[in-house]
Nanobody, 124 residues
Framework: VQLQASGGGSVQTGGSLRLSCADS????????MGWFRQAPGKERQFVAA????????YYASSVRGRFTISRDNAKNTVYLQMNSLNFEDSAVYYC??????????????????WGQGTLVTVSS
């Protein structure tokens, strides 16, 4: 698995961005996928996760209703649509793949592979 995150950038409060996480290894359909974020000086924080088929999704309470995780296995890509962004959403966003899906989807330790991160900056 080789994950490549993209789509970050600078946006004003209330704006939207869509992050993408592509797998050049073309095996993404086998994995439970998650998005995490890390702001300077803070621990890596769970954002959202999705099962291999895309049938079940999970969200952190801070983003539920504003963010949507989805996947297109034919394109080996997972997406994170982020709407109504605010300053607290500013962070480096990482996608991650979980080979075993033991259910502990909110823990970074659950995941086996990580992308390089993409920076999201929200300003007023």
């Amino acid at each position: 698995v080789q994950l490549q995150a993209s789509g970050g950038g600078s946006v004003q409060t209330g704006g939207s961005l869509r992050l993408s996480c592509a797998d050049s290894g073309r095996t993404l359909r086998r994995y439970f996928m998650g998005w995490f974020r890390q702001a300077p000086g803070k621990e890596r924080q769970f954002v959202a996760a999705i099962t291999g088929t895309g049938g079940v999704t999970y969200y952190a309470s801070s983003v539920r209703g504003r963010f949507t995780i989805s996947r297109d296995n034919a394109k080996n890509t997972v997406y994170l649509q982020m709407n109504s962004l605010n300053f607290e959403d500013s962070a480096v966003y990482y996608c991650a793949a979980d080979q075993w899906d033991t259910g502990n989807y909110a823990s970074p330790n659950e995941y086996d592979y990580w992308g390089q991160g993409t920076l999201v900056t929200v300003s007023s």
